[in-house]
């Protein structure tokens, strides 16, 4: 029987009060996902697929896309200083810190794609859940994905008059409040309203003055409104957005590269570093915040054509605006800080059809989008270790800037085939074709400092023979120097690129209701331009697509009737051209900083999970992770310009090890009333934030607990829960990176609690 609940495969089960009623027997409930594009068990997907609802995450605290990796085996989350997030899962990511960077994990509301990491600077509201599906995505998904895809579902209206609201106080005086209303406008008509607000205070102090960072003040929306104006046909309006006007997290100084360089600015080399502190950090006095929005609507029909085929269309459209200021020095000092302005503006349409034919069941569409971006920096720079090769340029106060303009072009054509075979074995097929074509403007500029442009214009006719007589601020505005003509210019490119992507599955049940299936995926990543301040028209080359070849076996198995569900996969990824952030041998300048290809590489692991109800009201969960990436083949240059081969070396933020583990247990008290106990494990092993495993990069191997007690009424209409998030306070940080003259990193939030409301009727 399937019950209404979801959980994160395999934690903690979380379910409704009928849902709870029907596994009294001690059996474990069936899943519900649509990572198909069709309701399905997941016992019956044959792939890795985790999934977690809404009444499960806020009971957990998992409000955004940061906090997944606390319930996802195999994801991992990197923060960067600009804002847009980096996910890697099972080893597959891209780090770019470049607003337009499309990500190797796409993330979709309702199937309409967030194409851009930045759009999740703000966790998504009223979910009904949300679904992570691992390996090649675009078969089935509208972008294509080398690493997976996370697809939110939306709460959707309701046929009757619901509200509810969740209202929460915590550390740092932390208020977050959330409520909805939901129900029928007319007899074809009906309406979901969400809000949701977020407001915290400081959680961050400097360790050389008395001050403090690190405030929240975040608020979101979105409305969704359905109508049936006839049986069989179906549409849905949906709008939301979010407004972001918090404090930029300060990042923690962990060393001073140019300590010992003669011409090392005073203040900064006797400059201390942070302490082992997950709150102290440094920043410029009055360091502004972010003020960042983004808008979206999407409109979708369903249309049943015949009784066995349906018309889908997806339209959507998406607004981004950025105005972030950045401290990336990790001191007070005004040394390396940044003002970062961007937007985007993205729309994607989709239509499908589906049906089902005797033993088959087929689906095939088309996919189209286009992206506009603008981006540009302005910053102070303070920088003595670059003064040595750059002859009177960076030994004093600086301004710097530069302009990108970005232009993206996305067509497709994608099909998938199902038969029943008999009543065990079940044949997929996928394939998919995809053209993309990129144009790009990129403009270093020297801002109000002419001696930077003066200093490169004289490296360049110095590099072609030529008496140094330049200007030192070109016609227009760029300083760089382009690669071929040694002359200073404006970068203009494009890159097109086409792609052939596919799936095979086998999926094979057995008597006892097990699944054994084995696939075969290839998927592709669309190559990307960077946005970067530069010296030389190379750094700003882009990346060509990269490819993953992915096999995986598995099984899904109900053993002791049901009390006990095991899953198991193993995986082999054969990547070709992973895209990195590099360096690149420049005739004038030397290894300076790029995108790069790695042209052959290979990822493979194990991932296990069991879930268990041993006793009525008990539910155990533990998950495991084992993933080994390797670069096979590629040669260039290290974070100190030393040209390397990298052959052997591990990817950057894939941890070897990963495990989740949870436990629930729930008990009646008295007629109506239930109470519970909760405790989450989270462990990642070491990794790197570079390539080649750079000692003074690595990223320590962490583990957090998280515990929750609560009482609710038995009809779940309210719930108190008391919680904590990192109890033992482990301090461990998500990235690191140096920035000319310091190293730093960017520290994890340290231990939070409060109490959390909830109502509903």
């Known amino acids: 029987m399937k019950a209404a609940c979801f959980l994160v495969i395999p934690?903690?089960?979380?379910?409704?009060?009928?849902?709870?009623?029907?596994?009294?027997?001690?059996?474990?409930?069936?899943?519900?996902?649509?990572?198909?594009?069709?309701?399905?068990?997941?016992?019956?997907?044959?792939?890795?697929?985790?999934?977690?609802?809404?009444?499960?995450?806020?009971?957990?605290?998992?409000?955004?896309?940061?906090?997944?990796?606390?319930?996802?085996?195999?994801?991992?989350?990197?923060?960067?200083?600009?804002?847009?997030?980096?996910?890697?899962?099972?080893?597959?990511?891209?780090?770019?810190?470049?607003?337009?960077?499309?990500?190797?994990?796409?993330?979709?509301?309702?199937?309409?794609?967030?194409?851009?990491?930045?759009?999740?600077?703000?966790?998504?509201?009223?979910?009904?859940?949300?679904?992570?599906?691992?390996?090649?995505?675009?078969?089935?998904?509208?972008?294509?994905?080398?690493?997976?895809?996370?697809?939110?579902?939306?709460?959707?209206?309701?046929?009757?008059?619901?509200?509810?609201?969740?209202?929460?106080?915590?550390?740092?005086?932390?208020?977050?409040?959330?409520?909805?209303?939901?129900?029928?406008?007319?007899?074809?008509?009906?309406?979901?309203?969400?809000?949701?607000?977020?407001?915290?205070?400081?959680?961050?102090?400097?360790?050389?003055?008395?001050?403090?960072?690190?405030?929240?003040?975040?608020?979101?929306?979105?409305?969704?409104?359905?109508?049936?104006?006839?049986?069989?046909?179906?549409?849905?309006?949906?709008?939301?957005?979010?407004?972001?006007?918090?404090?930029?997290?300060?990042?923690?100084?962990?060393?001073?590269?140019?300590?010992?360089?003669?011409?090392?600015?005073?203040?900064?080399?006797?400059?201390?570093?942070?302490?082992?502190?997950?709150?102290?950090?440094?920043?410029?006095?009055?360091?502004?915040?972010?003020?960042?929005?983004?808008?979206?609507?999407?409109?979708?029909?369903?249309?049943?054509?015949?009784?066995?085929?349906?018309?889908?269309?997806?339209?959507?459209?998406?607004?981004?605006?950025?105005?972030?200021?950045?401290?990336?020095?990790?001191?007070?000092?005004?040394?390396?800080?940044?003002?970062?302005?961007?937007?985007?503006?993205?729309?994607?349409?989709?239509?499908?059809?589906?049906?089902?034919?005797?033993?088959?069941?087929?689906?095939?569409?088309?996919?189209?989008?286009?992206?506009k971006s603008d981006e540009s920096f302005a910053g102070d720079v303070v920088s003595g270790s670059l003064a040595e090769p750059l002859p009177g340029a960076f030994t004093r106060f600086t301004t710097v800037g530069g302009a990108f303009e970005f232009h993206k072009r996305d067509l497709a054509a994608f099909g998938n085939v199902e038969y029943r075979a008999g009543e065990r074995l079940t044949l997929i097929g996928g394939l998919r074709y995809t053209n993309t074509l990129q144009r790009f403007y990129g403009c270093q500029q020297s801002g109000s400092d002419p001696t930077l442009g003066e200093t490169l214009a004289y490296l360049s006719a110095a590099a072609r023979g030529a008496l140094p007589t330049v200007d030192p601020v070109p016609q227009?505005?760029?300083?760089?120097?382009?690669?071929?003509?040694?002359?200073?210019?404006?970068?203009?490119?494009?890159?097109?690129?086409?792609?052939?992507?596919?799936?095979?599955?086998?999926?094979?049940?057995?008597?006892?209701?097990?699944?054994?299936?084995?696939?075969?995926?290839?998927?592709?990543?669309?190559?990307?331009?960077?946005?970067?301040?530069?010296?030389?028209?190379?750094?700003?080359?882009?990346?060509?697509?990269?490819?993953?070849?992915?096999?995986?076996v598995g099984v899904k198995a109900p053993i002791w009737g049901g009390i006990v569900r095991i899953e198991a996969a193993g995986f082999y990824y054969d990547y070709r051209n992973k895209q990195v952030r590099g360096r690149v041998a420049d005739p004038v300048f030397g290894a300076v900083e790029a995108l790069v290809n790695i042209p052959k590489s290979r990822v493979f692991g194990f991932q296990g999970s069991l879930r268990a109800r041993p006793a009525r009201g008990l539910d155990l969960g533990v998950s495991a992770v084992a993933v080994e990436s390797k670069v096979q083949r590629f040669t260039g240059y290290d974070q100190n310009g030393v040209l390397t081969d990298f052959a052997g070396s591990p990817f950057p933020y894939s941890p070897r090890f990963q495990m989740i583990a949870d436990a629930t247990y729930e008990w009646s008290v008295g007629a109506d009333l239930r109470s519970f106990l909760g405790v989450d494990l989270t462990h990642h092993s070491a990794t790197s934030a570079s390539l080649g495993n750079d000692p003074e990069l690595r990223l320590r191997a962490y583990s957090t607990l998280d515990l929750r007690a609560g009482l609710r009424a038995s009809d779940d209409s309210w719930s108190v829960i008391a919680w904590g998030r990192n109890v033992t306070n482990a301090y461990d940080w998500n990235n690191m990176y140096r920035f000319t003259d310091t190293l730093v990193r960017i520290a994890a939030r340290p231990m939070t609690y409060g109490l959390t409301l909830t109502l509903r009727r």
């Not at 006892?512 to 750094?539: D, E, H, N």
């Open 11 to 371: 934690a903690t089960l979380l379910c409704s009060a009928e849902s709870r009623a029907q596994s009294a027997s001690g059996q474990a409930d069936d899943i519900v996902v649509t990572a198909q594009k069709r309701e399905q068990a997941a016992q019956d997907v044959g792939a890795s697929v985790a999934s977690l609802s809404g009444q499960s995450a806020r009971e957990r605290g998992i409000a955004s896309i940061e906090d997944l990796e606390r319930v996802v085996p195999g994801l991992t989350f990197a923060r960067t200083t600009a804002g847009p997030p980096v996910l890697t899962l099972r080893g597959v990511g891209f780090y770019d810190s470049t607003l337009s960077a499309s990500p190797a994990v796409s993330v979709y509301l309702d199937e309409s794609p967030l194409a851009l990491p930045s759009y999740l600077q703000v966790g998504v509201i009223d979910i009904q859940r949300v679904e992570v599906l691992e390996g090649p995505q675009g078969t089935l998904y509208g972008q294509n994905s080398t690493g997976g895809a996370i697809n939110y579902i939306a709460a959707k209206p309701t046929s009757r008059l619901q509200e509810g609201g969740t209202l929460s106080f915590g550390r740092f005086d932390t208020l977050e409040a959330e409520g909805y209303v939901s129900g029928p406008l007319s007899p074809t008509l009906k309406a979901r309203l969400a809000l949701k607000t977020v407001q915290g205070g400081d959680w961050q102090r400097s360790y050389t003055r008395s001050d403090t960072n690190g405030a929240t003040h975040q608020g979101a929306a979105r409305a969704i409104v359905e109508w049936e104006p006839s049986p069989g046909v179906r549409m849905s309006l949906n709008v939301n957005g979010w407004i972001d006007r918090s404090d930029t997290q300060a990042v923690q100084l962990i060393k001073v590269a140019c300590a010992n360089a003669p011409t090392c600015v005073n203040a900064l080399q006797t400059y201390p570093t942070a302490p082992a502190n997950a709150r102290a950090a440094d920043w410029t006095p009055f360091y502004p915040g972010a003020h960042d929005m983004f808008f979206q609507t999407t409109l979708r029909s369903d249309i049943v054509l015949t009784p066995t085929v349906t018309l889908t269309t997806i339209s959507g459209y998406q607004r981004f605006y950025q105005d972030k200021h950045l401290d990336e020095d990790g001191t007070a000092l005004q040394a390396l800080d940044f003002r970062q302005l961007g937007q985007v503006g993205s729309f994607n349409q989709e239509a499908r059809l589906a049906g089902e034919t005797g033993r088959w069941r087929w689906l095939a569409g088309g996919y189209a989008a286009w992206q």
């Open 476 to 552: 227009s505005g760029c300083i760089q120097i382009d690669a071929a003509t040694l002359q200073q210019a404006a970068t203009r490119d494009r890159l097109a690129e086409g792609n052939v992507s596919w799936r095979g599955n086998v999926n094979y049940k057995t008597d006892g209701g097990s699944l054994l299936y084995a696939s075969l995926a290839k998927g592709f990543k669309s190559g990307s331009f960077p946005s970067l301040s530069v010296s030389s028209s190379l750094q700003f080359a882009p990346v060509s697509q990269e490819s993953l070849l992915a096999y995986e």
